[in-house]
């Protein structure tokens, strides 16, 4: 049996059986318009669109107003103006979401053992054993209550007994809503929603299966694990298990990585500018590949030099939340050129990046352009299938020849 439960509803129904696991998806509700409407309360019930200003950008989230226009996130502004003409445009405040979100995971850490951030406005909660002492179900409506309680922020939540199919019925329970999946109704839960629905599914698989004749998950369910993994290889045999609502992949218990950074130490001193800032830049560049492959963002550049004498140097700036390549190597260069007064042969070179948060590319939305996003999702998708050196600015490419270079002072 499938349970729905909204602010004004109940849940009679009872376990059909004890499953292995029971874990709880939680996701807040349109975000980033639910926080600017605590802010600014006139944005209440009309449509409101969250993104970047310029007619080049895109939608980084919108209100279910908006969504009735057909308006959806990381479309281009000039044609979410199209769909919905009388949408609120909004810019982002990056710290007041990462604020609101930190109130949120507080709450949920003083109160289950075992969760996991998955994003900025998302969480998995393993309750695996709890119904032994007090109804997962039960608990879980308490926790969202006591979280909307407190934060004034709607929230949603699925439950079922894996990640994937509690993270299918927490959309189903949007908005403001919350749902749970029975032990052993897992399939017939999924069957009838649209291939689309299958996380990790994006719109070029879901295209390619609904080629096939493949519309429901129902029809996904019922074709050959063979021909799955023969059409889309080893993700065909992952999609296919998630269709049939099996996932056994972990809660992975959270943890704020608070940075990440990297240096370093030359076999010999260098007064080359020009090749310091490359190496900047390289660095950088990891840095920030790092960020998005990680789905963080970071608010805080620090550059670090170290002299032929031993003397250490370090400067810092803050932000707006970013993991993209032009704004952070831009704060890394000035920082340089701030730091580098003394003229000195340099032993030591290294960048950190600080005051992390989860959530990445939807955050990073206000301050893209279409034509940015296409470029490091592409320039990304090499790294991740060539290596971080597949691609790389101009600037940085020459570094392994200057190394062998014996006026520079470097060697390898």
Known sequence: MIALQSKTGSNPSLPMAAPSRTVVHMDLDSF?????????????????????????????????????????????????????????????????????????????????????????DEFYIDLSGMDRFYGCYSFASELRRKIMKETRLPISFGLSQNKTVSKVATGEAKPNGQMKID????????????????????????????????????????????????????????????????????????????????????????????????????????????????????????????????????????IPYSSNDHTLIAGAKELFDRLYERRMLVRLLGVRFSHLVGGGHQINLFEDSEEIISLYQAMDKLRQKYGEGAVQRAVGTGLHLRRFNPFNGLKS
Not at 207 to 214: K, N
Request: with cysteine.
């Open 32 to 120: 980033f318009v639910s926080v600017s409407r605590l802010e600014h309360p006139g944005l209440f019930g009309k449509p409101v669109i969250v993104g970047g200003s310029s007619e080049r950008g895109v939608v980084a989230a919108c209100s279910y107003e908006a969504r009735a226009f057909g308006v959806h996130s990381a479309m281009p502004i000039r044609m979410a103006r199209r769909l919905c003409p009388d949408a609120i445009l909004i810019r982002g405040d990056y710290e007041r979401y990462s604020h609101y979100s930190g109130l949120v995971t507080d709450i949920i850490h003083e109160q289950v053992p075992l969760y996991e951030k998955s994003s900025i």
């Open 183 to 318: 032990f052993g109704q897992e399939k017939s839960f999924l069957a009838p929603l649209p291939v689309s629905r299958i996380p990790g599914a994006g719109e070029k698989t879901a295209g390619l299966l609904r080629s096939m004749g493949v519309e429901k998950i129902q029809t996904l369910q019922e074709m050959p694990l063979k021909l799955m993994e023969k059409v889309l290889g080893e993700p065909g045999i992952v999609l296919w298990k998630k269709a049939n609502g099996i996932d056994n992949s972990p809660v992975e218990p959270y943890s704020e990585r608070k940075s990440i950074s990297t240096e370093e130490t030359f076999d010999s001193d260098t007064i080359d500018v020009t090749f310091l800032k490359a190496l900047l830049v390289k660095m950088v560049e990891k840095l920030a590949f790092q960020l998005r492959s990680e789905n963080k963002l970071t608010a805080c550049i620090t550059v670090k030099l170290r002299y032929s004498n031993f003397d250490t140097h370090t400067t810092q700036c803050r």
